[in-house]
């Protein structure tokens, strides 16, 4: 498959200069390790930085996306649920099937700097959560049953898929969405039904299946 040239012509070491720029205050500000800066803001906005460096560098993407996340949502869960996010974008526009797309971090392509990858990981390895959802976690779960709310309530932390401002949960949760689904309107419709905050796990969602939909049409 053809691929399109960028449409962009900012050098990515150009933009990574100006993020360095930033006050070294705000960046230690947002990179505290709580739940205050765990939300899920900074993988809502996140598609346009892998599609911005393409599939030419997918580690240059995957360590953008972990710096646009710092912005705001600097912790360590934030940060590496943005470079998950990011390698399944570019996995996506290089044309990779469901099962292709969502296959562990340790399998991966060997062709052209996609081989660079199974290297990177085991240099910048994922936090302990992350890691279960680059494994799969959410192949084997489904949400809390929620006609029952005294299980709802008691549910514990990683039993069951939730929807909630959190990032690790609001990944596992989009991608649960995109793998037990088969078109974008059944997998919207599935996150939409996890949570009142189903707008910003839809958009999250939306940022996988998006991204597949586009490369098929091609």
Request: hydrophobic share 45%; with cysteine; proline share 6%.
């Amino acid at each position: 498959m053809a691929r399109r040239p960028p449409l962009h012509r900012v050098p990515l070491d150009r933009i990574a200069h100006q993020l360095s720029e930033m006050p070294q205050a705000l960046m230690e500000i947002n990179s505290i390790d709580s739940l205050s800066f765990s939300g899920n803001g900074g993988i809502m906005r996140l598609a346009s930085v892998p599609l911005f460096v393409g599939v030419s560098d997918p580690v240059g993407a995957i360590t953008l996306a972990a710096t646009s996340s710092r912005l705001t949502h600097g912790s360590v869960a934030a940060c590496d649920s943005a470079r998950l996010l990011a390698l399944y974008i570019l996995r996506a526009l290089r044309g990779a099937s469901k099962e292709q797309l969502l296959a562990p971090v340790e399998i991966e392509s060997t062709e052209g700097r996609f081989a660079q990858l199974p290297e990177y990981w085991s240099r910048e390895c994922l936090c302990t959560e992350l890691k279960a959802i680059a494994d799969g976690s959410f192949k084997h779960k489904q949400p809390p049953p929620w006609d029952d709310p005294d299980v709802a309530a008691t549910a514990e932390a990683g039993a069951y898929i939730k929807g909630s401002g959190y990032s690790v949960e609001t990944l596992e949760a989009a991608l649960w969405a995109f793998y037990t689904t088969n078109s974008f309107e059944e997998g919207a419709l599935a996150a939409g039904s996890l949570t009142a905050r189903s707008l910003s796990l839809s958009r999250v969602a939306a940022n996988v299946a998006d991204d597949t939909v586009l490369m098929l049409m091609q």
